[in-house]
């Protein structure tokens, strides 16, 4: 039992350049989100996907795309990376019909973009 | 909308003694939940606690307490006898709307930085 599980780790990208950065949690769970974490900051919701088939914008949309490919996956795509995209990313999924709706995230992918 | 504000930037304690972060929160919501989550060094995100608006006690997690003042919208951490270990991030995040319908959706505060003094 993983849990939520991010790949890559670590990501260095040059200015305009497209990367997806990957999730999959193993916990059922029918929402999943994307958060960034900049220094200092408390983490900012990019977009969630309330149930398999469906996604929708948080916070900070812009610059980002998104693809719930199944219930287990949810993918972040960066189209043109931008440096102000440098942050850690994470990935976290939760049951919502449970009574604290606990998130439960993964290990984060820190992206740097040059 | 919601907003989570933390006022402590950063916070030191010695081991063994008791120390109180400080959360405060606004929103419209009727229903409502709280979180604390420890963000170690090593980056990974851990829930801590949760407080529902209509808990009428405060939550207990082992030496992990909050301190639910609902006509202060505030959400303190209490962590008791503290560790060596407890030095990390804190953030206390919330998450609104009742039933579903929030979706799980959380806003974080800016989070405190905790250090325990051997």
């Known amino acids: 039992n993983a849990g939520v599980t991010q790949t890559p780790k670590f990501q260095v990208l040059k200015t305009g350049q497209s990367m997806t950065l990957q999730c999959a949690q193993d916990m059922n769970h029918n929402s999943m989100y994307w958060y960034r974490q900049d220094p200092g900051m408390g983490l900012r919701l990019i977009y969630y996907s309330a149930s398999e088939g469906t996604t929708d914008k948080g916070e900070v949309p812009n610059g980002y795309n998104v693809s719930r490919l199944n219930k287990r996956e949810f993918s972040l795509r960066l189209e043109s990376a931008a440096p102000s995209q440098t942050s850690v990313y994470f990935c976290?999924?939760?049951?919502?019909?449970?009574?604290?709706?606990?998130?439960?995230f993964g290990p984060g992918t820190r992206l740097t973009v040059t | 909308a919601q907003k989570i504000t933390q006022t402590q930037p950063g916070m030191f304690v010695q081991e063994k003694e008791a120390v109180t972060l400080d959360c405060t929160y606004d929103t419209s919501d009727q229903s409502y939940g709280l979180f604390w989550y420890k963000q170690p060094s090593s980056g990974e995100m851990i829930f801590l606690i949760y407080?529902?608006?209509?808990?009428?006690q405060n939550a207990t997690e082992g030496r992990y307490s909050l301190n639910f003042q609902k006509a202060r919208k505030s959400a303190n951490l209490v962590i008791s006898a503290s560790q060596l270990g407890d030095s990390a991030m804190y953030f206390c995040a919330m998450r609104g709307g009742a039933g579903g319908t929030s979706y799980g959706k959380l806003t974080f505060g800016q989070g405190t930085i905790l250090t325990v003094h051997p």
């Open positions: 407080q529902g608006s209509y808990d009428e």
């Open positions: 976290a999924s939760s049951e919502v019909w449970t009574v604290s709706y606990e998130q439960y």
